[in-house]
Every structure is written in C-alpha cells, then in structure tokens.
C-alpha cells in the first residue's frame, strides 16, 4: 500500500518537472530572441513562482533523504528523481527571473559600475524576500487557507499587465508556469491515498481549481481584449496614437527630405522596395512644381511620443526587440 502510494506520487511529479523544465527553457530562449517579452512579465510572478519552485524542491528532497536508508531502499528513488528535476527547474527559473532584470532594469544602466551596484541591491532584496517566503512557505505548506492565497501568483502579472498597458503574449508562461506547480498541493487533498495521510479535501481542491482558473481566464482576456479591459474609461490614462498623418518636407534647393533615422531612407519612400519609391505618386505636372519650389507630401508614418517619425514597418520591427526610441532612447509604450 505504501509503495503504491509513493509510485502514485512519483507518476505525478515526474511529469509535472519535466513539464515545468520544458517550458521554463522554452520561455528563455524566447527571452534571447525577442527581449521585448521582458516588459509584459512580472518580476514578482516569476518570483512567486520561484518560491512554488524551491519549496517543491524541498519537499521531495527532504522526503528522499528521510527515506534514505529506510525498510525499502528503493522508496528513496521515488523522491530523488522528482527532487532533481525540480532542483533544475528552479535553477533554471532563477536565471530566467536574472535575465528579465537585466533587459528590463540592467541595460538601463550607464555604465558597468551602476549595473554591478543595480545587480547587488536586486540581489540582496530577492534573497532577503525569497527565503522570507520559503520560511512562511515551510511552515504553512500543507495549510488549506496558505495555498489558497499562494495560489495567487497570477495576480502580480494581472496588475503589471494593467499598469503596463501590455499583457503577457506567451502561452507557455502562461499556461507552463504556475498551474503545473499546483498540481502537487491538489494532489496532497484530493488523493484518498496520498502517503502523507492527508484527509481529502473536495471544497479545497475546487477553490484553489476556481482561483486559478479564474485567473487564467483574466489574463487571457487581458491579452485578447486590452490589457486595461476591466479598468472603467474614466480612470484610464490616454493613449498615444502612433500612426499618423505628416507634411514631410522637400527642399528643391538642397533637394534634402526629412528621414527615418532607422532605415536612414526619406520618409516618402518604401524602405521594403529594392529601389527606392514614393509612398504617393504625383503627377508630371505636380513633379515640375517640385523642382521650382519647396512643398510638402502628405504621408501616414509613425510617431513617438518623443516626436520622432519613422516608417511603419522600420519602427514596429525595432519594438519587436526594444521598447525605447531609436534616436533619443527614451522608453515608449507598446502599440495599442
């Protein structure tokens, strides 16, 4: 009986690690290919996470080591492949909870010796409120009322989301992070015959099932339907529009026109053409107008809120990698 328990365990987290493994490096590579994601997650959700992580780590270690040597030798392998799965998982979490820090917050920086001092202060503050949490985390572990509340990990990002003006796009941070992590306390109260005894819980396990779903569901809503969709009209702060109209200049004289400073081509000109085209065509009447004097061309661009113009498609392939301004590197929203 007791094997069959701890078998049932392991057929459970096993899964559950590698699952968590999977998506965890899925989720930093696409961090590498496109930093942009670093702005829509939420240093205190990965966090949270990381706590879920570490403390699932400590629970089928210590379980291996109590078994270490008991009646059956063999008990202790129940444990230790789940403990070393969720020991890389957390490893592998923690860098990527250093890697958003560093595009977020890291490249912020001027020089080296304000990083270094940016990096310790982070550092410091993680770990004073990491092992915080796993101390609360230690004791109220199997706790009904803690889970329920630990089970809101969603949250942090919901709220980041909503300040931010952009929600999470990634699925599998959303789907491959957290609800896996859950898994394991349902199991403890809703398993009859989990090896720790525990009295089964149908009320619980529906309510953390409810809270987390419910949060999913808001999260994805938040990437389908604007990441303020809750928020009343009244409170929310105006948008910038960046596609826009302009008058771009051109000078007969120095035959100079005004440029996007990405593509470093005019303005009025294609920049996914070979050749060079003007967005608009005149006529050979208008053309002879142009050489006598100075006019203006009437095009649809792209602007910041900084007032810097751009080609639609030089400047939404650049916010694809960073949200700042090309030429004077201030911070820009996401395109609404």
Not at 10 to 17: E, H, W
Not at 104 to 122: K, P, Q
Not at 319 to 328: A, D, G, N, Y
Request: contains cysteine; charged residues 15%.
């Amino acid at each position: 009986g007791d094997v069959y328990k701890r078998q049932a365990y392991t057929a459970l987290a096993t899964p559950v690690a590698v699952a968590l493994l999977f998506s965890t490096h899925r989720l930093l590579l696409r961090l590498m290919s496109s930093p942009v994601i670093s702005r829509q997650i939420s240093l205190l959700a990965v966090g949270i996470s990381l706590l879920w992580g570490c403390s699932l780590y400590s629970l089928n270690s210590s379980l291996a080591v109590n078994f270490y040597g008991a009646i059956n030798f063999g008990d202790f392998y129940f444990f230790l492949l789940p403990g070393v799965l969720f020991l890389f998982q957390f490893f592998m979490e923690f860098n990527l909870l250093l890697r958003l820090w560093d595009t977020r917050i890291g490249s912020t920086f001027a020089n080296r010796r304000d990083y270094l001092h940016g990096i310790v202060i982070f550092l410091v503050k993680f770990v004073v409120l990491f092992f915080g949490g796993l101390y609360l985390f230690g004791h109220f572990l199997l706790d009904n009322t803690a889970i329920v509340i630990a089970s809101l990990f969603y949250l942090p990002q919901i709220y980041h989301s909503a300040v931010r003006g952009a929600a999470a796009q990634d699925l599998i941070y959303l789907f491959g992070l957290f609800p896996p992590k859950i898994l394991i306390a349902i199991y403890f109260r809703g398993c009859p015959r989990n090896f720790f005894e525990l009295k089964p819980s149908p009320t619980f396990c529906i309510v953390v099932t409810l809270t987390v779903v419910i949060q999913l569901a808001i999260a994805l809503a938040q990437r389908s339907f604007g990441s303020r969709f809750f928020v009343p009209k009244c409170l929310l702060p105006p948008r910038h529009e960046y596609f826009v109209t302009v008058n771009v200049s051109n000078d007969a004289e120095t035959g100079e026109k005004e440029k996007c400073p990405i593509c470093m081509n005019n303005l009025d000109e294609d920049p996914s053409m070979q050749t060079t085209a003007p967005l608009l065509t005149e006529s050979s009447k208008a053309s002879e107008v142009q050489k006598k004097k100075k006019i203006n061309i009437r095009i649809r661009v792209m602007k910041t809120p900084c007032s810097h113009y751009f080609h639609e498609r030089c400047l939404t392939s650049w916010m694809r990698i960073k949200l700042e301004c090309p030429t004077c590197r201030t911070a820009i929203p996401e395109i609404n």
